[in-house]
Structures are given as C-alpha cells and as structure tokens.
C-alpha cells in the first residue's frame, strides 16, 4: 500500500504534544509518529497529517509561532517503508 501525507517535525515532545492539540481543537486529524530517518533532527515524534489539511495546519502554525518547529515535509510510504521526504 502506498500513501503520501504530511509530516510536521519538532525538537520539542512537548511542542508536539502542544501543536497536535491545536490542530485538534481546530478539527483537523492528526496523530504523533515517529519521525521518518530523512528528516535526521528533531525530538523523534512528528505530527502526521493529511495533505489536503496543509493549508489549516500553516494557519494554526501562523497563529501559534512555535519556537521548536523545524519544517513540515511530504513523506511517502511504500509497502510499510518511508519511501521519501520532501520539505513543503
């Protein structure tokens, strides 16, 4: 099974924690995985969600301004393995 979606990655836990429940409350789905090997940085947990939901993932990120953000990037998996990662 192949699926691409969107990663936004942290060097915080808990700015992750604290930027997953916003895009919460704001209606988006998301959930906390561990960060892909191409995006080497980071605490090791990032917020996957659907590429569609970008542009209200940027407006929550412009509204928040968190300090630990360190991108958001384009992952796609292939058969169970990250196959790639791009930033957006």
């Known amino acids: ?3 691409v979606f969107g990663i936004a990655s942290f060097r915080s836990r808990q700015q992750v924690l ?7 409350r704001e ?5 906390v995985i561990t960060t892909p ?3 080497s940085m980071g605490c090791g947990l ?7 939901d ?5 407006e929550v990120c412009n509204h928040l301004r968190p ?3 360190i ?6 998996r292939e058969n169970g393995r990250y196959a790639g990662t791009q930033a957006m």
Do not use: H, W
């Open 54 to 58: 970008y542009p209200l993932v940027r």
């Open 71 to 76: 991108g958001f990037y384009r992952v796609t």
């Open 27 to 31: 209606g988006i789905r998301t959930s």
């Open 18 to 24: 604290k930027f997953e429940g916003a895009l919460r």
């Open 37 to 39: 090997r191409d995006v």
């Open 46 to 52: 990032s917020i996957r969600f659907e590429l569609e």
């Open 67 to 69: 300090s630990n953000l």
């Open 1 to 3: 099974m192949n699926e």
